[in-house]
Nanobody, 115 residues
């Protein structure tokens, strides 16, 4: 059984930084991709960043140049370094891992960007 647990959310001032981390338990063999989505109040969940099994990365236009996704195979983690945070980055952030037929989600971690 694959389980994901996020950490690292919190309150940060505009222009600040946060690192989100997601620990994946269970087998991740032959995963397709993993990454982060976010959902702001009253909005649909949107893809923030993805990293494939071949280590290719892709980002939402709104976070390019500010966010960096990375993964550690040995530790089975996928991290999201967020810099130059803006109020519009406020959302619940969810990590996921996708296999051929299934996708698994974490419980979410709240990020609030406010002065």
């Amino acid at each position: 059984q694959v389980q994901l647990v996020e950490s690292g959310g919190g309150l940060v001032q505009p222009g600040g930084s946060l690192m989100l981390s997601c620990v994946v338990s269970g087998s991740t063999f032959s995963f397709s991709d993993m990454g982060w989505y976010r959902q702001a109040p009253g909005k649909q969940r949107e893809l923030v960043a993805v990293i494939t099994s071949g280590d290719s990365t892709n980002y939402a236009d709104s976070v390019k140049g500010r966010f960096t996704i990375s993964r550690d195979i040995a530790k089975k983690t996928v991290d999201l370094q967020m810099n130059s945070l803006k109020p519009e980055d406020t959302a619940v952030y969810y990590c996921y891992v996708r296999f051929t037929r299934t996708i698994h989600w974490g419980q979410g971690t709240q990020v609030l960007v406010s002065s």
